[in-house]
């Protein structure tokens, strides 16, 4: 008795009672057992308390913040008291309307929907989500209008109209895809997977209600999770397979009951019963048909008592106790009845029928049984079907148009990204070598710069084509173009400045002013070479042309090699190289990209390392890999460039020590060459106190 009696929507108001009457006063402890068992019985006291908190503070917040406040309250209020959250609504409604609100009064009216649906009062609900749907169309909200859409699919459901509620669900989806808004669009996907299970198409609802569970994962809001679990139980129920089916009521109820949700526990709970009932585990059906009903009757819910109701009726039929299963049933279809619900009523009527069969009474079963026919055949008739399957097939012709225009365009910018790429790299070579006979030939400078030009226009004009074609590339790229142009920039300015000297003083140059000068080009040449190296090894990088040729290598003879070609740059700033890999360690990786991986590693070292420093590469075994080091004891990198050094078309480079130049794009290859034998990079530095960079190669 005192379970039941907790279990019931006045218990909270006795106990109160009891805990101010007069004689407890004399048993303190029994004042305090009652008040403990008060605050057990309220849902969340903490959630309760936020809530109080936010009503006591509505009359001193402006419009905006006010209004907001109340969507809290009521969206609060509608999980387990939604005549509390109309109440609520009514005076936000009144505020917005009062100051002419027009976003405010479109949100409390579709709030209003919601409350309504969940009380069963389906054509108020219909009437609140028309009402918010006009306004948002009128203040031109995209999101509120997917959502009312969604909403109304759901009221057309309950109706029987699966074409309107299909429809609904689609439109929805249309204009949900193309917002920001996460939470709408994964409750969009929620109820386009139970639009296609209530219209019968069970196996396309499997596979629209997993891909709203996995979307809805990112979502992060518990609710809406809780609904994709809720519909995968149902499909998994209709399909028998109970233990997937067991498992997602099992995550619905620990998320409902977590955020209050009583509603929706309601539901889990008449969920879990079916599965019972079905494998003929009567007195746990009975248990959690139980739950269901208490939380529906204090709710008010009309339409989730109608189904508790029938649910109760079907598992007393099942356990022999035909006229208790007969009663619940009759109160089943006359409360469907009243609220409309025609798919509700086949179900109830089927059921009643059913139920007269087993005694016998073959006249009342082949009455309910017709009643039940007419009802299903105004639900489905051919035509409602036809509608369907055109909305279905309509649908899924949309989803492929849009994936195959999809892939033509990513294939389309890819190709044409590689051939700009290709064309500026064969542009920058002519430029380079056209500049390289210039020196040698200063009568033909005057006839060749013409000429150079004339081409430079050609290809300018061609390039500009191009632009107009990749207007759509993304940022990174346009960024990475910035930066190289930035980079040769520098180099040719200054080789376009000695060769004016040149041209300008040559019968006045020694040679060794001749000599020096050429040592300047020559290591601008140098300079401009190697970001070309780097880029046409990106380019080739981005469109799959380079490919994995793994071999046995020797660590420490590799990284020998790449010593041996930076020991002059090395030697040039008196800095030590110490290799300290031992020399029975062996990896399987591509030789080649490697060694551009250490090349760029140890010259990026060297660069960054003062005079009579020091580097220094070793290896560690680890579980399953080899890690490589390179460490040295340079200015280290400041922590603002730290988070960039691997992104492409962020600027990044620095002069070395010596002022030494930087491509920019040699940690970029490294990461590629890195990630394509699937290990990882990483690094560690601190300013003026070194730099780790380190890699691993899977076994």
Excluded at 690 to 696: D, E, I, L, M, S
Aim: aromatic share 8%; glycine share 4%.
């Amino acid at each position: 008795m005192i379970v039941l009696l907790i279990n019931s929507f006045w218990t909270n108001y006795a106990i109160f009672t009891i805990i101010n009457y007069g004689f407890l006063m004399s048993f303190p402890f029994l004042k305090i057992a009652a008040l403990i068992l008060l605050l057990s019985n309220i849902p969340n006291f903490s959630n309760i308390q936020k809530i109080d908190s936010l009503i006591s503070k509505l009359g001193s917040l402006e419009l905006n913040e006010k209004i907001e406040t109340y969507k809290e309250i009521i969206t609060f209020y509608t999980r387990f008291d939604p005549q509390k959250s109309l109440l609520f609504a009514e005076e936000a409604l009144a505020i917005s309307k009062k100051n002419n609100y027009k976003k405010g009064e479109a949100d409390i009216l579709y709030l209003m929907g919601v409350s309504s649906h969940a009380l069963s009062e389906f054509k108020n609900s219909l009437k609140y989500y028309e009402e918010s749907y006009k306004i948002r169309k009128e203040i031109k909200d995209s999101v509120g209008i997917g959502e009312c859409l969604n909403r109304i699919g759901l009221i057309y459901n309950v109706k029987g109209d699966f074409a309107k509620a299909l429809d609904y669900a689609i439109q929805a989806i249309r204009i949900l895809e193309n917002q920001n808004d996460k939470k709408a669009l994964g409750r969009a996907y929620n109820y386009l997977g139970i639009a296609y299970y209530v219209a019968k198409d069970v196996d396309k609802a499997e596979q629209i209600s997993l891909d709203a569970l996995f979307f809805n994962k990112t979502v992060n809001d518990d609710l809406i999770l809780a609904i994709s679990h809720e519909h995968l139980a149902i499909i998994y129920i209709k399909k028998r397979n109970f233990e997937k089916a067991i498992e997602h009521v099992n995550s619905t109820i620990e998320l409902r009951s977590k955020n209050l949700d009583s509603l929706g526990l309601a539901g889990s709970y008449e969920n879990m019963a079916l599965i019972y009932r079905i494998q003929n585990n009567y007195s746990e059906a009975l248990k959690y048909y139980d739950k269901s009903l208490q939380l529906k009757e204090k709710l008010n819910s009309q339409r989730g008592l109608a189904s508790t109701l029938a649910g109760i009726g079907v598992t007393y039929q099942k356990m022999g106790n035909y006229s208790k299963s007969i009663e619940l049933l009759k109160r089943s279809i006359e409360i469907r009845k009243r609220l409309g619900d025609m798919r509700g009523m086949v179900s109830s009527l089927e059921q009643i029928s059913e139920a007269y069969e087993t005694i016998n009474d073959n006249k009342n079963a082949l009455k309910y049984i017709k009643l039940a026919q007419t009802y299903n055949d105004s639900l489905l008739n051919e035509q409602k079907n036809r509608a369907i399957a055109e909305l279905q097939e309509e649908f899924q012709n949309e989803r492929k148009e849009k994936e195959i225009l999809l892939l033509q365009k990513e294939n389309t910018i890819q190709k044409q990204f590689g051939n700009f790429l290709i064309l500026l790299s064969a542009l920058l070579i002519v430029v380079v070598i056209l500049i390289f006979f210039g020196y040698r030939s200063k009568r033909n400078m005057n006839k060749f710069l013409k000429k150079t030009n004339k081409e430079i226009t050609e290809q300018k004009e061609e390039l500009q084509k191009l632009n107009d074609q990749l207007k759509e590339l993304n940022a990174t790229k346009n960024k990475l173009f910035s930066i190289i142009a930035h980079d040769l920039k520098s180099p040719f300015q200054g080789m376009i400045g000695l060769t004016e000297i040149i041209d300008e003083d040559f019968d006045e140059l020694t040679k060794e002013e001749i000599k020096n000068y050429n040592v300047l080009i020559r290591n601008a040449t140098n300079n401009i070479y190697k970001l070309l190296e780097n880029l046409l090894e990106w380019t080739q990088l981005q469109r799959d042309l380079v490919k994995l040729e793994i071999t046995k290598i020797n660590l420490r003879e590799l990284v020998n090699t790449i010593i041996d070609i930076q020991s002059t740059n090395a030697g040039n700033k008196n800095i030590k190289i110490a290799n300290n890999i031992s020399s029975d360690i062996f990896i399987n990786a591509d030789k080649n990209m490697i060694l551009t991986v250490l090349r760029n590693l140890l010259s990026n070292a060297i660069k960054y390392t003062p005079k009579d420093g020091t580097v220094e590469v070793f290896s560690e075994l680890k579980e399953g890999s080899t890690k490589v080091c390179v460490k040295d004891t340079g200015i280290g990198i400041p922590s603002k460039l730290l988070k960039n050094l691997f992104t492409v078309g962020e600027k990044t480079s620095r002069p070395g020590t010596e002022g030494e130049p930087s491509t920019g794009l040699g940690l970029v290859l490294c990461k590629e060459y890195i990630d394509k034998h699937n290990g990882e990079i990483s690094i560690e530095s601190k300013e003026n106190l070194g730099t780790t960079f380190c890699f691993t190669i899977p076994d």
